[in-house]
């Protein structure tokens, strides 16, 4: 060998790999004359905490937690330390940690039961604790506070906590009067009942006004008599019903002397004080589900149950003795919008908590890509972090702006329904309708990206991101499908456009002022400084919905000249509904935040606010063909806004950990990955 010409990297390799294949050793093979490239072996890889390498938070962490979280900080970390401080929460040390989650390694039943006994020794803790009796907003919020913590730890005792007080107890609480407080409102609050809400048919969910169940009422007796008259009546996935539940809401069709009054609600007792089902009643199990087996779906059949003529929640309606039908609201559609109220604060809850799950999967994710390494820049160089390559900047930072701007409209949403009164209803509708299927649709995007994100570990139960996809599917679904929430939020839109159109006034509410001005002007180049402009990012969004709308409301305008039903143009018209309702609700989130950034004073945060915000709106663009699809950009627009993406994931790169560290989501609620995920896989851990 010519020692002035020494071989290359790829030759050594090359050589050593012959070797190995000949079955030399490095001294015969030297023997041979053949050259010798012995291999070093490499450093084993070890866990570095990205704190120990990210630069220091350059805001106060406690200030960004308090504009994310919005309320109730001192209560939510009291109840998470009550779940770290109970055996029931499986708490492990693991990576480094004490760490905290159900074990989904349980069976179906194994899992309800530990649900059930969460909810005691929460109850005994005192979490419950006014959540029923106590009046006035600040009780209200500080209960939605609790209850996205109790979300974070596991669905399924969100879900079974939230059926009991959000579904079963606010319809006795809203749509019952004195005596239905009186007798239930405590004892559902102390659990001495446990409440379930039967309103989904095994033939009907999104049209409750098809639902086949009836109540007719007997004069003689003074009773309802509730009846399942065929299969497709049934009512179907009733959480808390195949196991635990004591009564239930049944929402059936009123008959009184042959006539239909349309949907009521009534209070049904399905199992005696021994937990024994009552007579004429039949209960069946949903099965085992892809996830939220700790919830006991079950299904119901009613043979001509007898129940007082008092179990009518009457709030809105009543019966008489007699049999007379009185109603404090005579238009039949109004009856029955207001005996389906109790579902927005449902779609309130749950819009919330997926906000909540998105940010432990991005934490998570963040984390593990600050700590973990993978290919070499240069041929002897260390590893690359994760989250060093921009590829990966752009997969999980925009993730982490829309998690930071959906936890402003989720603060928004909470504080409007706290906050409610009649002439808001409507407004609360759209918005929850409009938020919940647009936060649960992200949420779903959020997991799956963080899963790939994390490879292989992100597959591991205990990792929680991939289990996580399978707890949540369902909120696409339930309280309402998303599609048909959002076909809701453009018909709203759509009706309140005529309505503005025909009494000649200014739109008012939702946001919709922008429509009484001028149309706004896109500039015909955009630099970086218009794209992070709060002004354009306004007024590009309000241009696309104005547009929207009014393409919208022509079409189904030249459908129903046509001859068509306005149901029929309508739903004709999806394609544009569908564009509508999205414009609408990516608006209303930069509007809320842009009101909540408006507060912060300059300086760090709000600079850090302006990257999130900015993020957003370019990643709207960039990820929706409708400001191509409809002229509110040009190509070279959308082109500018792609590369600005690139330019703000780097920007906000460096404070990527404090800001999923500003989450106030304790460590115990991560998982091993988010740590010393080396020790974590150490062998002294076996194979659990």
């Known amino acids: 060998m010519d020692p002035s010409n020494p071989p290359s990297i790829a030759a050594r390799r090359a050589a050593a790999i012959a070797r190995h294949l000949a079955g030399l050793s490095p001294h015969d093979a ?3 004359g053949a050259t010798v490239a012995v291999l070093e072996p490499s450093a084993c890889l070890c866990y570095a905490p990205p704190e120990s390498s990210e630069p220091a938070p350059a805001f106060s962490l406690l200030e960004l937690r308090a504009l994310l979280d919005g309320h109730h900080l001192r209560e939510r970390d009291w109840a998470f330390r009550a779940m770290e401080e109970s055996p029931l929460f499986c708490p492990r040390r693991c990576g480094g940690k004490v760490l905290v989650s159900p074990d989904y390694n349980e069976g179906k039943e194994g899992q309800r039961e530990a649900t059930m006994r969460r909810v005691g020794y929460l109850a005994r803790r005192g979490v419950f604790r006014g959540w029923l009796t106590e009046p006035g907003p600040d009780a209200e919020l500080r209960k939605l506070a609790l209850l996205d913590c109790l979300g974070v730890y596991d669905h399924s005792l969100a879900i079974k906590v939230g059926v009991h007080f959000f579904l079963w107890g606010s319809t006795i609480k809203f749509l ?10 405590s004892d559902t609050e102390n659990y001495v009942i446990k409440g379930c809400f039967s309103m989904t048919e095994l033939g009907h969910g999104s049209n409750v006004r098809g639902i086949e169940t009836v109540a007719t009422y007997d004069s003689k007796t003074g009773e309802f008599v509730v009846n399942t008259p065929c299969e497709s009546a049934q009512k179907y996935w009733i959480g808390g019903a195949a196991n635990h539940a004591t009564h239930t809401i049944v929402f059936a069709q009123l008959h009184i002397n042959g006539r239909n009054e349309g949907v009521h609600a009534f ?23 892809i996830g939220l087996n700790g919830v006991d779906n079950g299904r119901i059949w009613f043979n001509n149950i007898r129940v007082p003529r008092e179990n009518l929640l009457n709030l809105v309606a009543d019966v008489l003795p007699d049999g007379q039908y009185v109603s404090m609201i005579d238009d039949p559609d109004q009856r029955f919008a207001a005996f389906l109220s109790p579902l927005t604060l449902g779609r309130v809850n749950i819009a919330v908590n997926a906000v909540y799950i998105s940010k432990v999967a991005v934490a998570i994710a963040v984390r593990y890509a600050l700590s973990r390494r993978a290919f070499s820049v240069t041929p002897d160089g260390p590893e690359t972090l994760l989250l060093d390559y921009p590829s990966h900047q752009r997969r999980l930072l925009p993730l982490l702006a829309k998690a930071c701007l959906m936890s402003s409209a989720g603060n928004f949403m909470k ?28 949420n779903m995007t959020t997991l799956q990206e963080c899963r790939e994100a994390c490879g292989g570990q992100g597959l591991k139960t205990e990792n929680r991101i991939g289990i996580f996809k399978a707890e949540f599917d369902v909120q696409s679904t339930f309280e309402g499908d998303n599609n048909v929430l959002m076909q809701q939020v453009s018909k709203a839109l759509h009706a309140e456009f005529l309505a503005a159109k025909r009494k000649k006034q200014p739109f008012k509410g939702l946001g919709l002022e922008h429509l009484n001005g001028p149309c706004p002007v896109i500039p015909d180049y955009l630099t970086s400084g218009t794209l992070r402009s709060s002004s354009f ?8 919905e104005r547009d929207l709308l009014k393409q919208f409301a022509a079409e189904v305008s030249n459908y129903l000249a046509k001859g068509e039903s306005r149901e029929k143009a309508l739903m004709l018209s999806y394609q544009l509904a569908e564009d509508l309702a999205r414009a609408f609700t990516e608006r209303t989130i930069l509007q809320i935040f842009l009101e909540d950034e408006k507060n912060i004073p300059t300086g760090s945060l709000k600079d850090i606010l302006g990257l999130l915000r900015s993020l957003y709106v370019m990643v709207c663009i960039d990820e929706s063909a409708s400001f191509l699809r409809y002229g509110c950009l040009s190509r070279e627009h959308v082109a500018a806004a792609r590369k600005e993406v690139m330019t703000l994931c780097s920007e906000l790169r460096p404070h990527a950990l404090a800001i999923v560290s500003s989450f106030g989501i304790p460590d115990a609620f991560l998982s091993p990955l988010a740590f010393d995920w080396v020790e974590a896989n150490a062998r002294s851990y076996g194979n659990e």
């Not at 009164?421 to 649709?441: C, G, Q, R, V």
């Not at 990012?537 to 696309?544: A, F, H, P, S, T």
């Open 30 to 32: 030297a023997a041979a």
């Open 415 to 442: 504080r409007m329904y706290v906050k409610r009164t009649p002439e808001l209803n409507k407004a609360i509708h759209i918005y929850s309708s409009a938020l919940k299927a647009t936060l649960t649709w992200q």
């Open 537 to 544: 990012q306004m007024d590009l969004l309000c241009l696309r």
């Open 176 to 185: 019952g009067t004195k005596r239905h407080h009186d007798k239930w409102l």
């Open 267 to 289: 209070v049904v007792q399905i199992r005696d004080e021994n937990e024994n089902v009552m007579p004429n009643i039949q209960i069946a199990d949903c099965g085992h589900k």
